[in-house]
């Protein structure tokens, strides 16, 4: 299966505390992108790294990739209630096809 | 303007009808793309558009009929479909069909089939 895995597959937090979620790929990819949906609707895009960087940040958010080991962490540090979501990391795959990872629910308790 | 447009929201179908799905940007974004969403589970592809023309179907059934009228539409056709259809259909689009740009996705239409 081409498909990433995320864990933890549900995480819960309090309001302030930091996040951090990982992901997991088999093929090799040129970027990785990370996704937010909140519940039911359509998904956000938040931040992509490429292969060639190691990490990347956007505002609260930051985004480890080690191609080595073919995974990719996402912190998002000061969390809200507002973060309350699922994430997903994707990669391409054949030129033009996206691959979502199973995703991680977060909780964000106020 | 980076939004995505579906309607409807929510579609509720018996496995005998047609209806059909739509999609808008005005980004001019040259690919579109269908996903299918079941519950708890992440996108899964069904289709992609690039330049008007179907550039991917991902062994879809064939009462999903995708098409593309102009560069800021697509439809998604559906017919006798069965309830293991009920999903969430998630349009997106991006600036070409490569994997290196981001996608946008729409909010999305909630399919109920009786």
């Known amino acids: 299966s081409q498909q990433g895995e995320e864990d933890p597959q549900a995480l819960s937090i309090q309001e302030g505390e930091n996040a951090t979620m990982n992901c997991s790929y088999k093929?090799?990819?040129?970027?990785l992108q990370w996704y937010r949906q909140n519940s039911g609707r359509g998904l956000v895009h938040l931040i992509l790294i490429r292969s060639n960087e190691r990490e990347k940040h956007s505002g609260r958010l930051r985004v480890t990739l080690d191609t080595s080991k073919k995974s990719s962490s996402l912190l998002i540090t000061a969390s809200r209630a507002a973060d309350t979501a699922s994430y997903f990391c994707a990669t391409p795959y054949n030129f033009n096809k996206f691959y979502f990872g199973s995703g991680t629910k977060l909780n964000v308790k106020p | 303007d980076t939004e995505v447009t579906q309607t409807p929201k929510h579609l509720v179908m018996g496995m005998t009808n047609k209806k059909s799905l739509k999609c808008e940007q005005h980004?001019?974004?040259?690919?579109m793309y269908w996903y299918k969403q079941k519950a708890k589970k992440p996108p899964e592809l069904m289709f992609v558009?690039?330049?008007?023309?179907?550039?991917i179907n991902e062994s879809v059934p064939s009462r999903f009929s995708p098409e593309c009228p102009n560069s800021s539409l697509l439809n998604l056709h559906l017919h006798a479909l069965q309830p293991e259809d009920s999903a969430l259909y998630l349009c997106?689009?991006?600036?070409?069909?490569?994997?290196?740009?981001?996608?946008?996705f729409g909010p999305g239409t909630r399919l109920t089939v009786l």
């Open positions: 997106a689009s991006s600036q070409t069909e490569g994997g290196t740009d981001t996608q946008y």
């Open positions: 093929t090799s990819i040129n970027n």
């Open positions: 980004m001019g974004h040259r690919a």
């Open positions: 558009y690039s330049y008007e023309k179907l550039s």
